[in-house]
């Protein structure tokens, strides 16, 4: 149970009029209990004599000596991180910015009505994203995204990699959050990046998983190692499905919000940036796809050659050893009329034809090939 807030960097104004602005943001954590609105970091620069108040739960502005200090309401964050919130948390979240949080299981929902919608004014946006991509079970875990005012809101249960990175990055430069349109847009193009990385080590092993199927047969490993290229293939195909999953979300989400009017117009011109980077990611994942299916459908028919040979040894040797063991049979029988038995040849006669008969298949099959 975490709840952060960001606040857009505090403006302070100079003597001459000017403005500056690079004032670090204020975050707050909640953990397990529900949020309030910061208190402003930073006071405005004025005259030299100053009386300044302050108010619990309030801001105030510095103001000459002798005048009263002057009340302002607390600062509205740009973002609110909700992850693996309390019921107390939500509701919370529910009366201050007069919303209706979805429930973890109107998450999962697949519909897009469901997924995409406006209510009162607030955008309601669900996207799968792909969390523990490095791990041998990648999964894909949901967030919803809350476009509402002024404040962009995130609803999550699971802390993929690019919400670290992008809390980091606003740390180190806090004009990443200047707005919640600046904060949703970021997060969108850190999913993004995030999905093109995967993709690409992806690729680079599957470059590797299909040296080692077409290797010479010296080189190869035992049937253990089919396995364990099997496993691979498997998870990459695996890993390519739900990042192909998150694209398809991803760019749903871009379409719904380019229909949306409120966006300026270089919140829109970063929605195509991003809008393209999508397309030409899920290209490279169909790639990965089809590459996939290339790898099992050859490691499969390795497999299936080598089988084939096996059999075919054991088959050779049945032939071989048949006549042999023919003649070994007829002169086993156990007749009273077998002149050969009392022959003084009989013995090594047998033995040779025996293996002759032998001899005779093994050289016609090496002839043909076969061996």
Request: charged share 25%.
């Amino acid at each position: 149970m975490d709840t952060n807030e960001f606040f857009a960097p505090a403006r302070t104004t100079s003597d001459e009029g000017g403005s500056r602005s690079e004032n670090a943001p204020d975050t707050e954590t909640h953990d397990g209990a529900s949020g309030a609105a910061a208190t402003e970091a930073g006071v405005a620069k004025v005259p030299d004599v100053l009386d300044v108040s302050s108010v619990s739960g309030d801001e105030t502005t510095a103001t000459p000596s002798g005048k009263p200090p002057v009340s302002k309401a607390p600062r509205t964050p740009v973002w609110v991180d909700l992850l693996s919130p309390t019921n107390e948390e939500i509701q919370d979240i529910e009366k201050r910015f007069g919303i209706e949080v979805p429930t973890r299981e109107e998450m999962q929902e697949i519909e897009l009505s469901s997924r995409l919608y406006d209510e009162d004014g607030a955008l309601f946006m669900t996207v799968s994203v792909l969390n523990r991509a490095a791990s041998d079970a990648p999964q894909t875990a949901v967030v919803t995204f809350i476009l509402v005012k002024k404040t962009l809101i995130t609803l999550r249960y699971a802390d993929p990699v690019p919400f670290k990175t992008f809390i980091r990055r606003v740390n180190r430069s806090p004009s990443l959050a200047s707005s919640a349109d600046a904060v949703l847009f970021g997060l969108l193009e850190q999913i993004v990046d995030r999905l093109a990385d995967v993709m690409e080590q992806t690729a680079t092993d599957l470059e590797g998983l299909s040296n080692q199927v077409f290797a010479s047969p010296e080189d190869r490993k035992s049937d253990q190692g089919h396995q364990d290229t099997l496993r691979q293939i498997g998870r990459a195909g695996n890993l390519s499905g739900k990042a192909k999953d998150s694209l398809l979300n991803l760019h749903r989400l871009g379409l719904f919000l380019s229909t949306q009017t409120r966006l300026k117009k270089d919140a829109k011109a970063r929605l195509k940036i991003i809008s393209r980077d999508i397309v030409s990611i899920t290209e490279h994942a169909n790639f990965i796809a089809n590459k996939v299916t290339f790898l099992l459908d050859a490691t499969l028919g390795m497999i299936s050659l080598e089988q084939n040979n096996i059999i075919k040894i054991f088959s050779v040797a049945a032939a071989a050893f048949l006549p042999p063991t023919l003649i070994a049979s007829i002169y086993g029988m156990n007749f009273e009329v077998m002149p050969e038995l009392d022959w003084q040849f009989g013995y090594p006669v047998a033995i040779g034809l025996m293996v002759l008969s032998a001899v005779l298949p093994l050289w016609y099959f090496k002839r043909k090939g076969w061996l």
